[in-house]
Nanobody, 126 residues
């Protein structure tokens, strides 16, 4: 059974930092790209960042470039999202996701998930 379990969400003031973790199990971690999506109230879910499984290539939404970083530890089957200089508009439920490499479309800077975590709330106060 595939499981993606996020942790690390919470409430933070604008300008602050948070680090999310996602522990994966039930599939061959190295074979999958890993990503983070978010969904704010009343908005569609959007891809925030993703990282390939093999060569560590990363893809970022323009809204988080320079502030958010994604990394993975294949030995621990874990992916991380480091969020710095947080803004109130970053408030959302953040979802960890796993995807086969061909689900990343670099030309469109878009990626789609095969598996989803349950989500963790991040709230940034102004």
């Amino acid at each position: 059974e595939v499981q993606l379990v996020e942790s690390g969400g919470g409430l933070v003031q604008a300008g602050g930092s948070l680090k999310l973790s996602c522990a994966a199990s039930g599939f061959t971690f190295d074979d999958y790209a890993m990503g983070w999506f978010r969904q704010a109230p009343g908005k569609e879910r959007e891809g925030v960042l993703c990282i390939s499984g093999s060569d560590g290539l990363t893809y970022y939404a323009d809204s988080v470039k320079g502030r958010f970083t994604i990394s993975r530890d294949n030995a621990k089957n874990t992916v991380y999202l480091q969020m710095n200089r947080l803004k109130p508009e970053d408030t959302a439920v953040y979802y960890c996701a796993a995807m086969k490499p061909w689900r990343i479309i670099p030309a469109d800077n878009r990626w789609d998930a095969d598996y989803w975590g349950q989500g963790t709330q991040v709230t940034v106060s102004s």
